[in-house]
T-cell receptor, first 111, second 120 residues
Framework: GIQVEQSPPDLILQEGANSTLRCNFS?????LQWFHQNPWGQLINLFY???GTKQNGRLSATTVATERYSLLYISSSQTTDSGVYFC?????????????FGTGTRLQVFP | EAQVTQNPRYLITVTGKKLTVTCSQN?????MSWYRQDPGLGLRQIYY???????DKGDVPEGYKVSRKEKRNFPLILESPSPNQTSLYFC???????????????????FGNGTRLTVT
């Protein structure tokens, strides 16, 4: 099956720093989403981004589907950005809306 | 407010005592799904439903049942819970994707706040 790898696995930042999280996938996809799991366990959808670039405030994401990767950029990080970031994909052959989740990047932002 | 509502948030029970975790969404979504999240294993799909009366197994369906009698509700049933079902459970919903292959267009998946289940 498809492999979804995220890097780095852990990231520690000071408030105000910028960061880039990466998601690589081993097969073609037609659906890619980024999620943030906050320290209270809630999973929040950040982006639905099967291709191209989107921005939402300090966060932006870019997916290059032909090269099988996606990047999540966090600028001017804040302590509230702490948590785990997941990317999830639906392989091209599935057609079931099923998302396969990566193992996540754990981000800690210190004041 | 558009949301996916799960109840309860926390549940402690004993082996063998049937329980139901409820999930309801108010966004008229066709697609609903249950996941469990375990340390080191990530998020794994238990069951999903593409529409009313249409359900299918995910990756780890053993020991679970679901039903989809109404569009908004998708309860998760543990007929005889066991300690290995201790986990954090999430319900999720989205509009159904349309099209096939490269032409397929999906929509964002929305999660409930989770149910932390402990089976002793």
């Amino acid at each position: 099956g498809i492999q979804v790898e995220q890097s780095p696995p852990d990231l520690i930042l000071q408030e105000g720093a910028n960061s880039t999280l990466r998601c690589n996938f081993s097969d073609s996809v037609n659906n890619l989403q980024w999620f943030h799991q906050n320290p209270w366990g809630q999973l929040i959808n950040l982006f639905y981004i099967p291709s191209g670039t989107k921005q939402n405030g300090r966060l932006s994401a870019t997916t290059v589907a032909t090269e099988r990767y996606s990047l999540l950029y966090i600028s001017s990080s804040q302590t509230t950005d702490s948590g785990v970031y997941f990317c999830a994909v639906e392989p091209l052959t599935y057609n079931t809306d099923k998302l396969i989740f990566g193992t996540g990047t754990r981000l800690q932002v210190f004041p | 407010e558009a949301q996916v509502t799960q109840n309860p948030r926390y549940l402690i029970t004993v082996t063998g005592k049937k329980l139901t975790v409820t999930c309801s969404q108010n966004m008229n979504h066709e697609y609903m799904s249950w996941y469990r999240q375990d340390p080191g294993l990530g998020l794994r799909q238990i069951y999903y439903s593409m529409n009313v009366e249409v359900t299918d197994k995910g990756d780890v369906p053993e020991g679970y049942k679901v039903s989809r009698k109404e569009k908004r509700n998708f309860p998760l049933i543990l007929e005889s819970p066991s300690p290995n079902q201790t986990s954090l459970y999430f319900c999720a919903s989205s509009l159904r994707s349309v099209g096939m292959g490269m032409a397929r267009r999906g929509s964002p998946l929305h999660f409930g706040n989770g149910t932390r289940l402990t089976v002793t």
